[in-house]
């Protein structure tokens, strides 16, 4: 936990922005598995955690803006708690840690809201994401499970989102140890990779490291061979000589802050000479993209000239034909680049995305319905205290390809024979995270081996 006094000042700013009413933020409770004392490994809210810090579950914030007054809802633990699961600090020492003096138990809640609704006053919460959360806020608000995102509140959901957004000093400090633990995920990756292995043992060795570091995964990790389903979380291939290894997996730190990287790399040695230029297509994009990172620019134009580098390299080797520019205007790069070149990161590792995309990257601004840009998930005009990652790939996807074919799609730009030759070829993408800075922009966390050579060398 941070000082208590980062809870204060943030609590303060957010009561400030919001103006008047009450802000209600509750923690997550615990999510059973498969009966109530089996339960998922516990992820706090991770507003609460921003606004209150605590990393337990089932605690209420309470903040009422026109009485300057805090409070804590939870629980004391009963003597069966305590014999199930030890003795545990106070609801009301862990509130003074965060710098809120008042607490009560949770069933004193329900007085406290029914008073401010018979005074009429607005309570302000966010929209949920949790059926638990959806269910404790009809009991307690009388507002149905499906109208609770329709009712949140939007001046909330904005003050934060202008408050998360911009990462502090100690906030980069503790992305950056996430970050560095993640290196070392992809490291151990690179070390340990071929052919025979099966894909999980790889999934195992990588989670053990984040796990090793005290905190844990800040993401569910996509360690593959088939690099080209973007979001692959079945590890149960067998590792064959001549694949490709994508692995995207990140660690969050004891504090929840996360890292979130991505590398591909040949199982056999070295990469073969057509590894090495489709790898070199994606690692082109990613270096034009970093390139382009600081305040002022659009990272919706950071994601176009990504789109370009790769339609340029496809030309080059004959995947694509005709004026690259007016392909990607058109979308047709989106064969081989279907998502977006990154995101906001923090506590999240997409951040705030429970929040929405058009308000976190967006600025409100709407989505363009393309296919490929319509992906992309942060588009607004960078500024200083930005967390974002950097992440273009080149993917041969079966399914989509034999789609666009069969529609005889953008023939005017895709040499459909020479893409029937890779079908198998899988996908690739590099994956690294910044922080924009007053004048550009920040790696976070040591560098990960990306070039063939440093790769290679790894290997
Ligand atoms: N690395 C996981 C994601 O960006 O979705
Ligand atoms: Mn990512």
């Known amino acids: 936990m941070f000082a208590k006094e980062t809870y204060i000042e943030r609590r303060k700013k957010l009561s400030k922005t919001v103006g008047s009413g009450i802000i209600l933020l509750p923690g997550n409770g615990e999510s059973p598995m498969n009966y109530t004392d089996n339960q998922y490994h516990f992820r706090q809210d991770s507003c609460f955690l921003y606004y209150f810090g605590l ?8 903040i009422d803006i026109d009485n300057d007054k805090e409070v804590l809802f939870g629980n004391d633990l009963t003597v069966d708690d305590i014999v199930w699961m030890g003795v545990k600090p106070t609801i009301s020492e862990r509130a003074s840690q965060v710098g809120v003096a008042e607490t009560y138990p949770l069933n004193k809640l329900a007085s406290f809201i029914s008073e401010a609704q018979k005074k009429g006053r607005e309570i302000h919460y966010l929209p949920p994401y ?3 959360t959806k269910v404790f806020l009809f009991e307690l608000l009388g507002i149905k499970p499906s109208q609770a995102k329709e009712q949140s509140s939007l001046k909330l959901v904005k003050a934060i989102v202008n408050q998360r957004n911009y990462k502090t000093k100690e906030e980069l400090n503790e992305i950056e140890k996430a970050v560095n633990v993640t290196v070392d995920m992809h490291l151990t990756a690179m070390r340990m990779a071929r052919p025979g292995l099966k894909e999980w ?11 090793a570091s005290g905190g844990n995964l800040s993401f569910p990790i996509i ?13 149960g291939n067998t590792i064959q000589s001549g694949d490709m290894f994508l692995l995207d997996a990140g660690a969050e730190t004891p504090m929840h802050y996360g890292g979130d990287l991505s590398s591909t790399f040949p199982v ?19 270096e034009a993209a970093i390139a382009m990172l600081k305040p002022g620019v659009t990272n919706k134009d950071v994601h176009l000239k990504a789109c370009l580098t790769i339609a340029e390299g496809m030309k080059e080797l004959g995947f694509m034909k005709g004026n690259m520019q007016e392909a ?8 081989f680049f279907p998502c977006g070149t990154g995101h906001m990161m923090g506590l999240d590792i997409h951040d705030m995305e429970n929040l929405g995309e058009e308000l976190v990257g967006y600025d409100g601004e709407p989505k363009s319905t393309q296919f490929g840009l319509k992906s992309l998930r942060l588009a607004r005009k960078l500024e ?20 666009w074919r069969a529609e005889n799609k953008f023939s005017d730009f895709i040499n459909w024979d020479k893409v029937e030759q890779y079908k198998d070829f899988g996908g690739c993408r590099n ?21 063939i050579e440093d790769v290679e060398a790894e290997r």
């Open 55 to 62: 990393d337990h579950p089932d605690l209420i914030g309470y």
């Open 201 to 211: 043992e790889i999934a195992a060795a990588v989670h053990k490291v984040a796990l």
């Open 268 to 286: 056999d040695k070295t990469f073969s000479n057509r590894q090495k230029e489709i790898y070199n297509v994606a690692l082109a994009a990613h």
């Open 384 to 403: 200083p205290g930005f967390v974002l990652t950097i992440e273009p790939g080149v993917y041969f996807i079966p399914d989509l390809i034999d789609m």
């Open 130 to 132: 949790r059926a638990e």
């Open 431 to 451: 994956e690294e995270d910044f922080v924009i800075t007053e004048t550009g922009a920040r790696l976070l966390g040591k560098p990960l081996p990306k070039t």
């Open 328 to 335: 990607v205007s058109k979308g047709a790069h989106a064969l």
């Open 223 to 235: 360690a593959t061979i088939h690099g080209e389903t973007l979001h692959n979380h079945y590890h």
